[in-house]
T-cell receptor
Framework: NAGVTQTPKFQVLKTGQSMTLQCAQD?????MSWYRQDPGMGLRLIHY???????DQGEVPNGYNVSRSTTEDFPLRLLSAAPSQTSVYFC??????????????FGPGTRLTVL | GENVEQHPSTLSVQEGDSAVIKCTYS??????FPWYKQELGKRPQLIID?????GEKKDQRIAVTLNKTAKHFSLHITETQPEDSAVYFC??????????FGGGTRLMVKP
């Protein structure tokens, strides 16, 4: 199994551009989530999904959209990039739908810089 | 929502010494408390977790204690080794399906 994969690894955007960060898992996990990691602020939850067709907002959802059309994929869309969205983005999945009470398997991360 | 505070933000110990990292949480309904280790440039990985019906859990050199009354939990690493150097994050499960993380502790183990 490849586990949780993310593309791209690095990305530079200009203010106002849009893009999609890709996340996929091949472990048939129900729960998937997106976090951003900023220095000194730990990991903050952006959006999550408890299964295909179901998504919900996390702690910092503004400026981001998600969809979950399949169990495997959970893309994160930046609608209009801003410098405040410069961060490292991690996708994670857990085996069960209860993502808050189970081991989170993280992807390798995407380092995004917005100029 | 849940608020998790983690201390200290940096910790330097001599190889072989013990290290203790403490976290407090705000939501008394939280019932799951994992700890993640993140090496430089890598993804976070779970090292140990504890649920609210247990006061202490050990795994070799790592232990976690939970005090539900005081709403705090701690990570204890004994006989530290250079490979323990990393950033450690605590987290608490709050309402729904969300996990709230602390700000992280950078542990440096000096040989």
């Amino acid at each position: 199994n490849a586990g949780v994969t993310q593309t791209p690894k690095f990305q530079v955007l200009k203010t106002g551009q849009s893009m999609t960060l890709q996340c996929a898992q091949d472990m048939n996990h129900e729960y998937m989530s997106w976090y951003r990691q900023d220095p000194g602020m730990g990991l903050r939850l952006i959006h999550y999904s408890v299964g295909a067709g179901i998504t919900d907002q996390g702690e910092v959802p503004n400026g981001y959209n998600v969809s979950r059309s399949t169990t495997e994929d959970f893309p994160l869309r930046l609608l209009s990039a801003a410098p405040s969205q410069t961060s490292v983005y991690f996708c994670a999945s857990t085996p069960t739908g209860g993502g808050g009470t189970d081991t989170q398997y993280f992807g390798p991360g995407t380092r995004l810089t917005v100029l | 929502g849940e608020n998790v505070e983690q201390h200290p933000s940096t910790l330097s110990v001599q190889e072989g010494d013990s290290a203790v990292i403490k976290c407090t949480y705000s939501d008394s309904a939280s019932n799951y408390f994992p700890w993640y280790k993140q090496e430089l440039g890598k993804r976070p990985q779970l090292i140990i977790d504890i649920r609210s019906n247990v006061g202490e859990k050990k795994d070799q050199r790592i232990a976690v204690t939970l005090n539900k009354t005081a709403k705090h939990f701690s990570l204890h690493i004994t006989e530290t080794q250079p490979e323990d150097s990393a950033v450690y994050f605590c987290a608490a499960h709050n309402a729904g399906n969300m996990l709230t993380f602390g700000g992280g502790t950078r542990l440096m183990v000096k040989p």
